[in-house]
């Protein structure tokens, strides 16, 4: 195998929480007076930094300061409906199919991260796990992605990443790891086979695809 650490991506992957998100979204939209959107349309249109996203759905510019507000709605919505959320149906098996080292990399909060790692049974699975440590998100993975390899002492060439956006298929290329995107979280599987980059229709795909490369 020539890559021997498997980096996963957290919300859209490994999580099942794509209603959350596209729930959520929609309430950020409606507290500033801006039109919902379904799946499909969030699907098709997602992308970092969120507030680009963001100033397209809402037909306007969104400022920095804006996007802090729009971004404390979503979370807090998000929150409420975060203990309905399941992993994805094949993530156990998906991680315990990987033989090398493995760690967990989110756009999510650091300090609720950890805990609902262990909520959901995962803990000791990953050498390491890294959410944000600020108080805004929506940026881009790059610089995270960067931060988490060099704390693990990995190198880009030594890691995969699975991830479910052309972010993380970014952030990869930046460090000189592999992407394979998994198609069922935040990006239309049609965008996301666009790309050129390795595709996966479930993580125990994206598994044996991961060990190839």
Do not use: C
Request: proline share 2%; net charge negative.
């Amino acid at each position: 195998m020539a890559r021997t650490h498997l980096v996963w991506d957290w919300n859209g992957t490994l999580l099942d929480d794509l209603s959350l998100v596209v729930s959520s979204t929609n309430h950020a939209f409606a507290a500033v007076g801006g039109r919902s959107v379904d799946s499909d349309e969030h699907r098709a249109r997602f992308r970092r930094p969120v507030a680009e996203f963001y100033a397209e759905i809402l037909g306007r510019a969104v400022d920095e300061e804006e996007f802090g507000k729009l971004d404390r709605i979503f979370h807090d919505a998000y929150r409420l409906g975060l203990t309905s959320m399941a992993l994805a149906a094949d993530a156990k098996t998906a991680i315990t199919a990987w033989p090398g080292s493995q760690s967990l990399l989110s756009m999510w909060f650091h300090s609720e991260l950890v805990p609902a790692v262990e909520t959901y049974g995962l803990t000791g699975l990953f050498t390491r796990v890294d959410g944000l440590r600020t108080e805004i998100g929506g940026h881009l993975k790059a610089g995270h992605l960067a931060t988490h390899l060099d704390e693990l002492g990995v190198a880009g060439e030594e890691a995969v990443l699975i991830g479910d956006s052309l972010d993380d298929a970014a952030a990869a290329d930046s460090v000189g790891a592999a992407a394979v995107l998994y198609t069922g979280g935040f990006t239309h599987p049609d965008r996301l086979r666009a790309s050129g980059y390795p595709v996966a229709d479930s993580l125990v795909e994206a598994i044996t695809i991961a060990r190839t490369l």
